[in-house]
C-alpha cells in the first residue's frame, strides 16, 4: 500500500512553457481527463470532476521561480482522509526540456486503502496527456 508516491515525466519543452501550462489551474482540463471545469474561490481550487462530483483544494506554497505549487485536498475526496498534501514541480532536465514531478502525501482514514493504486494511473494519464499537449503530439 502507498498513499505517499510520485509520477514524473520527461516533457520535451522549455520549462517555462511546461510551467505555464502546469502553473495555471485554469488549464487543468486542457490535459486531465477527469477534470471538466475549475474555479478560484481565494485562496481554494474547486474542481469539478467527470461524475458530478467536485473537489476543494487548498493552495498551500506558490513559488513561481521554483515552479512549484503544494495543494491540500480538503473536501470531496472519494477515500476519506485525515491529511492530503499533493503538488507538482517542473525542473530543467538539462537539455532545455523539462521534468514533470506530480506527488501526492496521504493519511487516509482506512488503513487498507491504497491511493496509488487508485489514483496512480490517473496521475498517468494526465501526465501523458500533458505531454502530448507540450510536444504537440
Do not use: C
Request: charged share 30%; proline share 4%.
Amino acid at each position: 500500500m502507498a498513499n505517499s508516491f510520485m509520477r514524473s515525466r520527461h516533457i520535451a519543452a522549455s520549462p517555462d512553457a511546461t510551467w505555464a501550462v502546469v502553473g495555471d489551474s485554469m488549464r487543468l482540463p486542457e490535459w486531465f481527463g477527469i477534470v471538466t471545469d475549475v474555479r478560484l474561490e481565494g485562496d481554494r481550487r474547486i474542481v469539478g470532476l467527470k461524475g458530478g462530483a467536485e473537489l476543494t483544494e487548498r493552495f498551500v506554497l506558490r513559488d513561481d521561480s521554483a515552479r512549484r505549487y503544494v495543494y491540500a485536498v480538503e473536501a470531496g475526496a472519494s477515500t476519506p482522509m485525515t491529511y492530503h498534501r499533493a503538488g507538482f514541480d517542473v525542473e530543467d532536465d538539462g537539455s532545455g526540456g523539462s521534468v514533470v514531478r506530480w506527488w501526492t502525501d496521504a493519511r487516509t482514514v482506512d488503513p487498507e486503502a491504497d491511493l496509488e493504486e487508485r489514483l496512480g494511473p490517473a496521475f498517468d494519464a494526465g501526465l501523458d496527456s500533458l505531454t502530448r499537449l507540450l510536444e504537440g503530439t
